[in-house]
T-cell receptor, first 114, second 112 residues
Framework: AQSVAQPEDQVNVAEGNPLTVKCTYS??????LFWYVQYPNRGLQFLLK??????LVKGSYGFEAEFNKSQTSFHLKKPSALVSDSALYFC????????????FGSGTRLQVQP | DVKVTQSSRYLVKRTGEKVFLECVQDMDHENMFWYRQDPGLGLRLIYFSYDVKMKEKGDIPEGYSVSREKKERFSLILESASTNQTSMYLC???????????FGQGTRLTVV
């Protein structure tokens, strides 16, 4: 079975400060890892993914994530937060050799204060 | 621009009604998925389909069924709606392999 944990329900950060949204995962095979963002009353938008290769992945809107195999983590980061980054963020995982559907974490609400 | 379209943004249905949620994608994707989203629980997989007329149960299939008669269309059916099925329903599609899933805008269903 595959699972994702997002330990923080909410993250608060001041505009201009760096942000981190945490994610840890569990899969039996090679992990395919994803971050999505959801704005109010909208569907999910893809931010970035890790399949293989460089452990630091760059994505949309200045976000990046670091894959750490030993800690089974895939934390989302941004060097300088914007108020417009305030949204709900979901981490998701797929087993590369297994089920085709993503398993999602419970989500982390990011609040960036002006 | 790629698109996954869900037929309704908001629906209100009565307990016991049969409810159909429709989803269409224009990307010729093989895989299609139905999730429900509830606060604090994230997205949970109800059903998915990897080809026409093929379907597999997800993590919470009870009370739901699906239909995929054409590649671009994936329907979720609530056989007899109940109040605990009040939720946000999200449809998604993807290609086989390493590609990401693309999501529709969601249908907020209220069962009264």
């Amino acid at each position: 079975a595959q699972s994702v944990a997002q330990p923080e329900d909410q993250v608060n950060v001041a505009e201009g400060n760096p942000l981190t949204v945490k994610c840890t995962y569990s899969v039996s095979g090679n992990p395919y890892l994803f971050w999505y963002v959801q704005y109010p009353n909208r569907g999910l938008q893809f931010l970035l993914k890790y399949i293989t290769g460089d452990n630091l992945v760059k994505g949309s809107y200045g976000f990046e994530a670091e894959f750490n195999k030993s800690q089974t983590s895939f934390h989302l980061k941004k060097p300088s937060a914007l108020v417009s980054d305030s949204a709900l963020y979901f981490c998701a995982v797929r087993d590369g050799g297994g089920r085709r559907a993503l398993t999602f974490g419970s989500g982390t609400r990011l609040q960036v204060q002006p | 621009d790629v698109k996954v379209t869900q037929s309704s943004r908001y629906l209100v249905k009565r307990t016991g009604e049969k409810v159909f949620l429709e989803c269409v994608q224009d990307m010729d994707h093989e895989n299609m998925f139905w999730y429900r989203q509830d606060p604090g629980l994230g997205l949970r997989l109800i059903y998915f389909s990897y080809d026409v007329k093929m379907k597999e149960k997800g993590d919470i299939p009870e009370g739901y069924s699906v239909s995929r008669e054409k590649k671009e269309r994936f329907s979720l059916i609530l056989e007899s709606a109940s109040t605990n099925q009040t939720s946000m329903y999200l449809c998604a599609s993807s290609r086989p392999g390493t590609g990401e899933s693309f999501f529709g805008q969601g249908t907020r269903l209220t069962v009264v």
